[in-house]
Protein backbone atom coordinates (compact mmCIF):
# COMPACT_ATOMS: atom_id res chain seq x y z
CA UNK A 1 0.00 0.00 0.00
CA UNK A 2 0.82 3.50 -0.82
CA UNK A 3 0.25 6.51 0.62
CA UNK A 4 -2.86 8.63 -0.30
CA UNK A 5 -1.57 10.37 -3.17
CA UNK A 6 -5.07 11.24 -4.27
CA UNK A 7 -6.05 13.26 -1.75
CA UNK A 8 -2.96 15.12 -2.65
CA UNK A 9 -4.12 15.04 -6.43
CA UNK A 10 -7.75 16.73 -5.11
CA UNK A 11 -6.04 19.31 -3.37
CA UNK A 12 -3.45 19.97 -5.93
CA UNK A 13 -0.55 19.11 -4.07
CA UNK A 14 0.60 16.65 -6.90
CA UNK A 15 -0.30 17.27 -10.45
CA UNK A 16 -2.51 14.74 -12.46
CA UNK A 17 -4.06 14.84 -16.25
CA UNK A 18 -7.80 15.61 -15.08
CA UNK A 19 -10.42 14.02 -17.12
CA UNK A 20 -13.21 15.58 -15.45
CA UNK A 21 -13.75 17.34 -12.07
CA UNK A 22 -16.84 18.92 -10.09
CA UNK A 23 -17.81 19.77 -6.20
CA UNK A 24 -17.88 15.78 -5.01
CA UNK A 25 -15.88 13.61 -8.13
CA UNK A 26 -12.28 13.60 -9.73
CA UNK A 27 -11.70 11.50 -12.73
CA UNK A 28 -7.91 11.47 -13.39
CA UNK A 29 -5.76 9.06 -16.01
CA UNK A 30 -4.12 6.78 -14.50
CA UNK A 31 -0.67 7.01 -14.42
CA UNK A 32 0.77 3.30 -15.68
CA UNK A 33 -2.40 2.76 -18.19
CA UNK A 34 -3.37 -1.04 -18.84
CA UNK A 35 -5.60 0.01 -21.82
CA UNK A 36 -5.88 2.84 -24.17
CA UNK A 37 -8.54 4.45 -21.94
CA UNK A 38 -7.96 4.17 -18.06
CA UNK A 39 -9.15 6.70 -16.14
CA UNK A 40 -9.99 6.54 -12.03
CA UNK A 41 -13.10 7.95 -10.52
CA UNK A 42 -12.90 9.17 -7.12
CA UNK A 43 -15.11 10.67 -4.82
CA UNK A 44 -13.24 13.90 -3.45
CA UNK A 45 -14.89 12.66 0.44
CA UNK A 46 -11.64 10.48 1.71
CA UNK A 47 -12.90 6.89 2.01
CA UNK A 48 -10.09 4.63 2.35
CA UNK A 49 -12.67 1.19 1.65
CA UNK A 50 -16.08 0.44 0.46
CA UNK A 51 -16.73 -0.56 4.59
CA UNK A 52 -16.36 3.25 5.40
CA UNK A 53 -19.36 4.01 3.20
CA UNK A 54 -22.33 4.64 5.45
CA UNK A 55 -26.19 4.58 4.27
CA UNK A 56 -26.31 8.31 4.00
CA UNK A 57 -22.83 8.02 1.40
CA UNK A 58 -24.30 5.49 -0.93
CA UNK A 59 -25.91 8.20 -2.98
CA UNK A 60 -22.16 9.47 -3.85
CA UNK A 61 -20.98 5.77 -4.49
CA UNK A 62 -24.11 5.67 -7.43
CA UNK A 63 -23.19 8.80 -8.52
CA UNK A 64 -19.85 7.84 -9.37
CA UNK A 65 -21.50 5.08 -11.22
CA UNK A 66 -23.62 7.26 -12.97
CA UNK A 67 -20.48 9.83 -13.55
CA UNK A 68 -18.57 6.79 -14.96
CA UNK A 69 -20.98 5.38 -17.82
CA UNK A 70 -21.83 9.53 -18.20
CA UNK A 71 -18.49 10.07 -19.62
CA UNK A 72 -17.66 7.31 -21.39
CA UNK A 73 -20.66 7.80 -24.03
CA UNK A 74 -19.38 11.93 -23.85
CA UNK A 75 -16.01 10.66 -24.46
CA UNK A 76 -16.87 8.25 -27.34
CA UNK A 77 -16.57 4.77 -25.52
CA UNK A 78 -19.91 3.94 -27.27
CA UNK A 79 -19.00 0.32 -27.48
CA UNK A 80 -18.46 -0.65 -24.06
CA UNK A 81 -16.18 -0.10 -20.96
CA UNK A 82 -15.38 -2.13 -17.98
CA UNK A 83 -15.16 -0.64 -13.98
CA UNK A 84 -13.10 -2.43 -11.61
CA UNK A 85 -12.25 -1.76 -7.72
CA UNK A 86 -9.49 -3.05 -6.05
CA UNK A 87 -10.32 -4.00 -2.41
CA UNK A 88 -7.30 -5.04 0.12
CA UNK A 89 -4.40 -6.75 -0.03
CA UNK A 90 -5.78 -9.61 -1.94
CA UNK A 91 -7.82 -7.66 -4.29
CA UNK A 92 -4.93 -5.29 -5.21
CA UNK A 93 -5.37 -2.19 -3.50
CA UNK A 94 -2.35 0.29 -3.39
CA UNK A 95 -3.54 3.67 -2.89
CA UNK A 96 -5.86 3.91 0.20
CA UNK A 97 -8.65 6.29 -1.22
CA UNK A 98 -11.41 5.03 -3.10
CA UNK A 99 -11.42 4.73 -6.79
CA UNK A 100 -12.98 3.15 -9.77
CA UNK A 101 -10.75 1.95 -12.98
CA UNK A 102 -12.41 2.50 -16.10
CA UNK A 103 -11.27 0.49 -18.80
CA UNK A 104 -12.07 0.85 -22.56
CA UNK A 105 -10.56 1.72 -25.91
CA UNK A 106 -10.40 -1.32 -27.01
CA UNK A 107 -12.16 -4.65 -27.20
CA UNK A 108 -11.25 -5.90 -23.08
CA UNK A 109 -9.92 -9.92 -22.90
CA UNK A 110 -12.53 -11.68 -20.80
CA UNK A 111 -9.64 -12.78 -18.49
CA UNK A 112 -10.11 -10.16 -15.50
CA UNK A 113 -7.68 -12.41 -13.19
CA UNK A 114 -4.11 -12.81 -14.14
CA UNK A 115 -1.77 -15.06 -12.11
P1 LIG B 1 -5.31 0.32 -7.00
O1 LIG B 1 -5.15 0.99 -5.67
O2 LIG B 1 -4.71 -1.06 -7.05
O3 LIG B 1 -6.72 0.29 -7.47
O4 LIG B 1 -4.48 1.11 -8.09
C1 LIG B 1 -4.08 2.43 -7.96
C2 LIG B 1 -3.85 2.99 -9.33
O5 LIG B 1 -3.45 4.32 -9.19
C3 LIG B 1 -2.76 2.28 -10.15
O6 LIG B 1 -3.34 1.83 -11.39
C4 LIG B 1 -1.70 3.35 -10.38
O7 LIG B 1 -1.11 3.26 -11.66
C5 LIG B 1 -2.49 4.63 -10.19
N1 LIG B 1 -1.72 5.76 -9.71
C6 LIG B 1 -0.84 5.80 -8.69
N2 LIG B 1 -0.35 7.04 -8.52
C7 LIG B 1 -0.95 7.81 -9.45
C8 LIG B 1 -0.85 9.19 -9.81
N3 LIG B 1 -0.04 10.03 -9.14
N4 LIG B 1 -1.61 9.65 -10.83
C9 LIG B 1 -2.42 8.81 -11.52
N5 LIG B 1 -2.56 7.50 -11.23
C10 LIG B 1 -1.82 7.00 -10.22
Given at each position: MISDVFCKIINGELPAERVFEDDDYLVVKDI????PVHWLIMP??????????GKKDVELLGGALRLADKLAHERGLLKGYRLIINEGEDGGKLVPHLHIHLLGGKRLGQKIVQD
Open positions: NPVAKKHFEKLDDF
